[in-house]
């Protein structure tokens, strides 16, 4: 497991415009195209991931599944990814997934947390550059929900 370092910055606004025009003037490039990224979130009944999450804890994890499609596409969700902060560092175990509906329905069991069932999607447009040997990504247009089971695959 590789750690890697991640840094998250607000940006807003015609703001944002303003950074990708540096990111731009400065060198950057793009790394691939746009796309859609949506992640299913995972938490149990006591949402302990998301508040030790919003505390800034560690160690904490992030439980997801996740596609690079639309948010309509449900069965398109095969990629099952465990994100982890600890005091060492962050790191990203990314698997594959043909039980997606199962997962879905029924959850899945945390060694740490327990149950975890699906309660959030998350949905935002991504753009990818490299600049000064870092890869910076831009996201745009989040979109949020609550998870529910009346969401069908198409």
């Known amino acids: 497991m590789a750690f890697r370092f991640e840094q998250k910055i607000l ?9 990708k025009s540096w990111v731009i003037d400065n060198g950057g490039t793009k790394i691939h195209d746009d796309r859609t990224v949506t992640s299913i979130y995972f938490d149990n009944s006591a949402l302990d991931l998301y508040t030790l ?3 800034g ?18 069965g398109e ?3 099952f990814e465990i994100k982890i ?9 990314i698997s594959t997934v043909e039980n997606t509906d199962s997962i879905l329905k029924h959850g899945l069991l945390d060694k740490n947390y327990g149950i975890c069932k ?21 996201d745009k247009n989040i979109k949020y929900k609550k998870y529910t089971s ?3 695959k198409t």
């Open 11 to 19: 940006i807003s606004g015609s703001n944002s415009l303003l950074f």
């Open 53 to 55: 999450s919003n505390e």
């Open 57 to 74: 804890s560690v160690p904490r994890k992030k439980i997801r599944l996740r596609c690079y499609d639309e948010l309509n596409k449900i």
């Open 77 to 79: 969700f095969n990629r």
């Open 85 to 93: 902060s600890s005091a060492e560092g962050r790191y990203k175990n």
């Open 118 to 138: 699906p309660v959030v999607i998350v949905s935002y447009v991504r753009s990818y550059y490299k600049i000064f040997e870092l890869r910076v990504t831009i």
């Open 150 to 152: 009346n969401i069908h």
